[in-house]
């Protein structure tokens, strides 16, 4: 059996109806085509990450070093005193809330180089303590442990030079230091060393500990060196760009091993091998670095120099983000006002996730808190629409964003080249009642937060009005009601006279051959006309008006068109199927 066409009527004398009850359906619901996510950025790309300072905590004296305990969640803070509170001394190791800054407890007690107990200032945090608590330094050669609450810290001094740089060590009991080109591994609780390597210079490094590998910084030779952490051995050497001698810090993102070194005003990046990937070229100085695994993201934060004789210098600092991927911004630069390096290098610390950052403004005597914000992304525009004067019409945008957006509606009534707010219209579902004046607007919702707008696209909004003088419906039934008189030739064609309201047309469908169209055009439009000619009401070739007119749904005109697509169809075969002869 040859399958039919879609378009071509079958034999059964419902199909006609069918396909006219079917364009009537959806003339009646008004549905408009589905909604898709759509829009664009109004200023920054859908979706863009920026981070906003939220608070500025002034609680922990002259802040020096941060760490975010990965356990307890509390914030760790070493601070230096500052000056110009003679009365009091901030100096040691400070707790806080990292929700608000609240000062939790301070340390400000710690072994000297004669065991004896006195005020020190913390200048870095090492590394946290099983379940809480921190490994510090404070000058010159002080290693010591404190937890929140605690009145004292314990600790030792290190034999030899003053402490330059620190890190945790190979195993929990120890830390590396380094003293100036001196690279130990201490004890904590002793300070006793247990092995150590000299080098040519330098005076910081950073631990690869997954792979067994310190990355020891030479800013004056211009090199770096990587030594192996079981052997104490140095293992390569790899060159630094030439430059001014300045160097900002060293730091090993733990979960790619590439190594971010700070120089003058850019930071070198090289993978875990040495290999020179990219620089990233800044305008202030690079101060510290902080790795997020979970993001795939480094925090670097420049400082001003407070120089204002040095080109560039505007006093203010800056904290940018980046994809340790392809190492390009991941955020929007955040500017650090007066965060400059003349009283200290600053600090940053990162929330696992990186929806929170800390950075620390020695300067200022406080913390920054920032929280990351992402500008608005369309989920769903609103769908076009056509409706009749005095219809409700919602029209319905979402997107997402954090924080959450909010929302205002806009209309256009010149086809889009200028925008209004439509007053009080702040909710995901604008519902208004349309107007014939309303014919051909188009609607639109601008979402904003603090990291950028989006709009959706624009749904047009058709308003028709509804024919109280004459129905729909003459069209349809005398169209499908003939008399099939003349089937053989020319089938529904040439109907007779539509039936009355009545619902007579049915009646008055033809009595034409089955191949010529009669039995067809009589049944199909006799059914057509009958149910929808009658229903709709026409007494042929005036349209009166009917029930479906009398409640206000103006669906005459698609009636008759689905009529008239289903005779031109009807005509499409008769014409290329051959007549039957006697």
Avoid: C
Avoid at 14 to 40: F, K, Y
């Amino acid at each position: 059996m040859t399958p039919r066409h879609p378009l071509t009527p079958g034999r059964r004398t419902g199909t006609a109806s069918a396909v006219l009850a079917l364009v009537l359906a959806s003339a009646a619901t008004g549905a408009g085509p589905a909604s898709a996510a759509g829009g664009e950025g109004a200023d920054v790309p859908p979706g863009a990450v920026a981070y906003r300072p939220v608070a500025q905590f002034t609680t922990a004296g002259k802040p020096r070093d941060l760490l975010l305990h990965p356990d307890s969640k509390k914030l760790y803070v070493g601070s230096d005193d500052l000056p110009e509170t003679a009365e009091a001394n901030e100096g040691g190791l400070h707790v806080l809330d990292p929700a608000d800054g609240k000062l939790r407890s301070s340390v400000g007690q710690a072994p000297g180089p004669t065991g004896t107990l006195g005020r020190r200032a913390v200048r870095q945090l090492v590394a946290p303590l099983p379940g809480d608590g921190a490994v510090f330094v404070h000058p010159l050669r002080g290693i010591g442990t404190a937890k929140d609450g605690d009145a004292a810290a314990a600790g030792a001094w290190v034999p030899g030079a003053a402490v330059t740089d620190a890190a945790p060590g190979p195993t929990p009991s120890t830390v590396l230091v380094a003293q100036g080109p001196v690279l130990s591994e201490v004890d904590i609780a002793t300070a006793a060393v247990k092995r150590s390597v000299t080098l040519e210079g330098g005076e910081e490094f950073a631990v690869d500990a997954a792979r067994g590998a310190i990355w020891f910084t030479d800013v004056g030779n211009r090199r770096m060196y990587r030594i192996d952490t079981a052997t104490f051995q140095v293992t390569k050497t790899v060159d630094l760009p030439a430059g001014e001698g300045f160097g900002g810090f060293t730091e090993v993102d733990p979960e790619t091993g590439a190594v971010w070194v700070g120089l003058d005003t850019s930071v070198v990046v090289h993978d875990a091998t040495g290999k020179r990937l990219r620089t990233i070229e800044g305008v202030d100085m690079p101060r510290a670095a902080r790795f997020d695994a979970a993001a795939h993201e480094a925090f670097v934060v420049w400082q001003d120099a407070g120089d204002t004789s040095q080109p560039g210098s505007d006093n203010n600092g800056t904290l940018t983000v980046h994809r340790t991927g392809d190492l390009q911004e991941a955020a929007k630069p955040v500017v650090l006002p007066g965060n400059h390096g003349q009283s200290g290098s600053a600090a940053v610390a990162v929330e696992p996730g990186g929806a929170v950052v800390f950075v620390s403004d020695p300067a200022g005597a406080g913390i920054t808190r920032l929280e990351r914000s992402t500008s608005p992304k369309v989920t769903r525009s609103p769908a076009d629409r056509s409706v009749t004067a005095g219809a409700e019409v919602a029209l319905t945008a979402q997107a997402e964003g954090t924080p959450p957006p909010s929302v205002a509606w806009q209309v256009s009534t010149d086809a889009g080249r200028t925008w209004r707010a439509v007053p009080g219209a702040t909710s995901p579902t604008h519902t208004f009642t349309a107007a014939a004046a309303d014919n051909g607007s188009r609607y639109r919702a601008e979402f904003t937060n603090d990291a950028g707008t989006a709009r959706t696209d624009a749904a047009t909004l058709t308003v028709t009005t509804a024919d109280t003088t004459t129905g729909g419906g003459a069209s349809a039934g005398g169209a499908g009601g003939g008399s099939g008189t003349s089937g053989s030739t020319s089938g529904s064609t040439t109907g007779g006279p539509g039936g009355p309201g009545n619902g007579s047309g049915g009646a008055q469908g033809g009595a034409g051959d089955s191949t010529g169209g009669g039995s067809v055009g009589g049944s199909a439009g006799g059914s057509a006309g009958g149910s929808v000619g009658g229903t709709v009401g026409g007494t042929g070739a005036t349209p009166t008006g009917g029930a479906l007119a009398s409640t206000g749904a103006t669906v005459a005109s698609l009636a008759a068109a689905a009529v008239v697509l289903t005779a031109a169809g009807w005509v499409l075969v008769r014409r290329t199927r051959p007549r039957k002869t006697a």
